[in-house]
């Protein structure tokens, strides 16, 4: 796809000491996303999160509000979170889905599947320690297929992240499995910053992944990148046919200031535009990966 899928990754875990714009309540977040869409985004993606601490939440209640308000203010893809890091409780990771999939106003349209299970350690150089050390994303395959099928119970699509070579090993496998379906969502996943569990946010930490992107596959790529700045490596995925996921929740880009991630999109867009890439509309997205109609 000529076009530029941007995936607005609105706000993660991510506080405000850095970030003061990072989304929190549901109306922040439908508005954070209505802007970034009128910057360029096509995609939106969402944490729950307690509107006045920030503190992770995982109230289908809650992600379903914050649907409606994205869908009463922008025709934005709708891509929540499966629950990364909350839970390993598969009701718990996938029950806001299922609520959301009652109703076409609060409907997923998209939601990650990390093809991969994990060590997420925060290293803090200056202080010489690990934040965390005993955290493990757990996501086996039986894991992967549960939440799969849950995912296309409520309406929505799996789409693919992809953290090391592995990862784009199982594709082919989860394909034939019914597990994932073409046409295909990808996001290869970089780590920087103080996370040191995928590929380093280089040229040569996304060659790696790109050697193993099995071909043959009906799919469209894009690159996201924990803890660090993607504008930084976006020149080299746009020069290889990617497209951009990336907002505060990764990284608070203080390159630019205290940006919004509207801010961060526009630069996105400035970056595809010199590769000859205009944005793609969220009603080409959905008729690219073959989702159903908003
Ligand atoms: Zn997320």
């Not at 109703?103 to 991969?116: F, K, M, S, V």
């Not at 099928?149 to 090391?164: D, Y």
């Not at 380093?200 to 996304?206: A, D, F, K, Q, V």
């Amino acid at each position: 796809m000529d076009e530029l899928i941007i995936d607005v990754r609105q706000n993660e875990y991510t506080g405000r000491e850095r970030s003061p714009h990072v989304p929190w309540s549901p109306e922040e977040i439908a508005r954070d996303a209505a802007a970034a869409r009128d910057a360029g985004a096509s995609i939106a993606h969402f944490h729950a999160r307690d509107p006045l601490t920030g503190a992770p939440s995982t109230d289908p209640a809650q992600y379903c509000e914050i649907a409606r308000a994205i869908r009463a203010s922008s025709d934005a893809v709708v891509l929540p979170t499966l629950g990364a890091g909350v839970s390993d409780d598969l009701d718990v990771r996938i029950g806001h889905v299922v609520r959301m999939g009652r109703e076409p106003a609060t409907r997923a349209e998209l939601a990650p599947l990390d093809l991969a299970s994990t060590n997420v350690s925060f290293w803090d150089a200056r202080a010489g320690r690990f934040v965390t050390e005993d955290y493990v994303y757990r996501n086996p395959v039986a894991v992967l297929r549960a939440l799969a099928r849950g995912v296309e119970a409520a309406g929505a699509r799996p789409m693919a992240v992809a953290w090391n070579v592995g990862s784009l090993r199982l594709l082919e496998p989860l394909i034939a499995l019914g597990v994932l379906r073409e046409p295909l969502y990808l996001e290869l996943t970089l780590t920087g910053g103080g996370v040191l569990d995928g590929h380093p946010p280089t040229e040569r930490g996304l060659e790696a992944l790109l050697d193993f992107l099995p071909g043959g596959l009906d799919l469209e790529w894009g690159v996201l990148c924990f803890g660090a700045s993607l504008l930084d490596l976006a020149d080299a995925v746009l020069e290889r046919g990617g497209h951009l996921a990336l907002g505060l929740g990764d990284h608070p880009y203080e390159e630019l200031g205290k940006p919004t991630n509207a801010e961060v999109v526009a630069r996105a867009v400035e970056r595809g535009r010199a590769h000859g890439r205009e944005p793609a509309s969220p009603q080409q997205v959905r008729e690219r990966l073959g989702l159903a109609p908003a």
